[in-house]
């Protein structure tokens, strides 16, 4: 049997614990159930005990400077701001920049993208970071593709991801890639994680955003739009589920939710559609018709005021991702 180069996964101090520890689950489960996927190495500018953010540490980590090459994949994982400019101004992109030809794939989990735009690699691409730092990004990169709402991105060799636990989905997404589907669901299901968590799915959905804000007399309101966006969603209906008076359920749903009911339905039957078009076989018009549209045309409607794309052509450029063959050529600095 050939030998299988590695992945390496890069920690420095302030590292967040589970941009490492995510990827490296799923990296690890999926050499268990392949012997032809790729070992994970732990590596750090230094070498030795690296302390995380939180106090956590990882021991015996492997010195950049002893990595020679080739990699399947080098993943930056994410950490403090204190941590990523430190590791930064040591020279971690630097190093990047050097060793990327040696790579089949680039890749960073949360603000390990600005490493990479530090080396230089993220020029017109396609790529994410955590919500909060995609404005950041983009001022410090403009030449790069930022897409502020996608959980990962996979542009060619180069796949970012959003925060923490979005490292999953993209360590996911990359065994689907390389090893098939069900592998894939073999991991998700011994992690007991959502199986590939479509990328274009947004980061701060509406359902995130009511479990933040809405209080207990609304939850009855906010469980039946989000389980049911193909039902009657009048505020009429609404304001009886949670014995209100519409004009009082109104008032206190914008008030505690940040948006009117109407708006909330509308972005939730979004959400919906298009975590179908990019999981589900479902024609056009059946997603329509699930997500409360009505008809197809409603929704292409709405697809393309909001996302400025028809329905199936966000299907096909999201899904698309999945169709890079097992192997690739490395990285051209």
């Known amino acids: 049997m050939s030998q299988v180069d590695p992945i390496v996964i890069v920690v420095y101090p302030g590292v967040e614990p589970l941009d490492v520890a995510g990827p490296a689950a799923v990296f690890a489960r999926a050499r268990a159930l392949c012997p032809d996927a790729p070992d994970v190495i732990i590596a750090s500018p230094e070498g030795g005990t690296v302390t995380a953010d939180g106090g956590i540490s990882f021991a015996d ?6 990595l020679t090459g080739p990699f399947d994949l080098i993943l930056i994982a994410g950490g403090t701001e204190k941590g990523l400019i430190s590791v930064n101004q040591g020279g971690l992109g630097d190093w990047l920049w ?3 030809p040696s790579a089949r794939r680039i890749g960073s989990v949360c603000g390990g993208a600005f490493v990479l735009g530090r080396a230089g690699l993220l020029a017109a691409r396609r790529v994410t970071t955590h919500w909060s730092a995609t404005a950041r990004l983009k001022a410090m990169y403009p030449d790069t593709i930022v897409e502020p709402d996608a959980i990962f991105t996979i542009d060619g060799p180069i796949c970012t991801s959003a925060g923490v636990t979005a490292g999953i989905d993209l360590a996911l997404a990359l065994v689907e890639a390389d090893q098939g589907s069900q592998v894939a669901a073999s991991i998700a299901r011994q992690l007991v994680v959502f199986l590939r968590r479509p990328g274009g799915q947004s980061q701060f959905s509406e359902a995130l955003r009511a479990q933040a804000k809405g209080g207990s007399r609304l939850t009855a309101a906010l469980d039946e739009i989000q389980a049911h966006p193909e039902s009657d969603l009048c505020v009429a209906r609404l304001a009886g589920l949670c014995a209100m008076s519409p004009r009082t359920f109104t008032r206190r749903f914008t008030l505690e939710i940040g948006t009117p009911p109407a708006a909330f339905v509308a972005a939730a039957r979004l959400d919906h559609a298009k975590r179908l078009l990019l999981t589900t076989h479902m024609s056009v018009a059946s997603i329509a ?3 409360g549209y009505g ?6 409607h709405v697809f393309r005021n909001r996302l400025s794309a028809a329905p199936s052509d966000f299907r096909e450029r999201l899904q698309s991702i999945f169709e890079t063959p097992r192997y690739t050529s490395k990285i051209e600095a």
């Open 295 to 300: 008809s197809a045309e409603a929704m292409n």
């Open 61 to 66: 980590t492997v010195a950049l400077s002893s």
């Open 289 to 291: 018709y699930a997500s």
């Open 98 to 100: 050097q060793i990327a």
